[in-house]
């Protein structure tokens, strides 16, 4: 999914956003209630992540507007606050949830989940299969033929992406913003590298390459070359 989230507090906005990245999420982050307010406008999101207390704007103010606007992007309200009438007050400003601070992060996840599936937003199969390749999302794990493959972090989301995408041929540009939701250069070699270290993951010891090169165009998983 694509995320807004709407924290001020940055070392929380971290935590959460690199929690929400490495499940495979696109986060577009706001440090206060006018950034927030301006993105959320613009739209493009399938969730929105927002702190109830911020600076400049309100959450609360943030959620009437959005919804005086018409915007019907599910909101998932965080809050220190957790009485009875702060609650009650979130959900009557429009928002569809509120969670109390602190939180933990899998419940944050599936309240999401359960808000995307409410709104028409189908998640995604947690298990990807491609020839003799499975990944496993819900429990982070990848296997070829039954023997477990390691991969870090960064490597199990390009995996991901490309097996989403398999026998697609997938642009150096789409993986820059699906997988590192980056808008630069795309000569720039982070993509040569990571590909390389996948394809030795993957492919090496295994008869039967399941990772292309599309010269002059991009990569593609695949049980044909």
């Known amino acids: 999914m694509k995320i807004l ?3 001020d507090d940055r070392r929380a906005a971290e935590y959460l956003a690199r929690g929400l990245t490495d499940l495979g999420h696109v986060i577009t982050h706001a440090y206060d209630g006018e950034a927030g307010l301006t993105l959320a406008m613009a739209g493009g999101f399938d969730a929105i992540v927002l702190d109830r207390m911020l600076p400049k704007l309100d959450g609360l103010e943030i959620v009437k507007r959005l919804r005086a ?26 928002g569809d949830d ?9 419940e944050l996840t599936a ?9 028409g937003e189908v998640a995604p199969s947690s ?16 296997s070829r033929a039954g023997r477990k493959i ?11 992406f490309l097996m989403r995408h398999a026998h697609q041929v997938v642009t150096r540009t789409m993986i820059l913003e699906g997988v ?23 492919d090496k010891g295994f008869e039967k390459p399941l990772l ?14």
């Open 5 to 7: 989230l709407v924290e």
């Open 69 to 94: 606007d018409g915007a019907s992007v599910p909101v998932l309200i965080l809050s220190a606050l957790d009485e009875v009438d702060e609650r009650i007050q979130g959900l009557r400003a429009g």
């Open 98 to 106: 509120y969670l109390t601070k602190p939180y933990h992060l899998e």
């Open 111 to 119: 309240r999401l989940e359960a808000l995307a599936r409410r709104h």
């Open 127 to 142: 298990r990807v299969v491609i020839a003799d390749l499975e990944l496993d999302t819900r429990n982070r794990r990848v």
């Open 150 to 160: 390691e991969l870090t972090a960064r490597e199990f989301q390009l995996l991901e």
């Open 180 to 202: 590192w939701d980056y808008h630069f250069d795309p000569k720039t070699n982070v993509i040569d590298v990571h590909i390389s270290r996948l394809r030795q993951a993957i």
């Open 212 to 225: 292309h090169t599309v010269r002059g165009a991009g990569y593609t998983i695949s049980e044909d070359p």
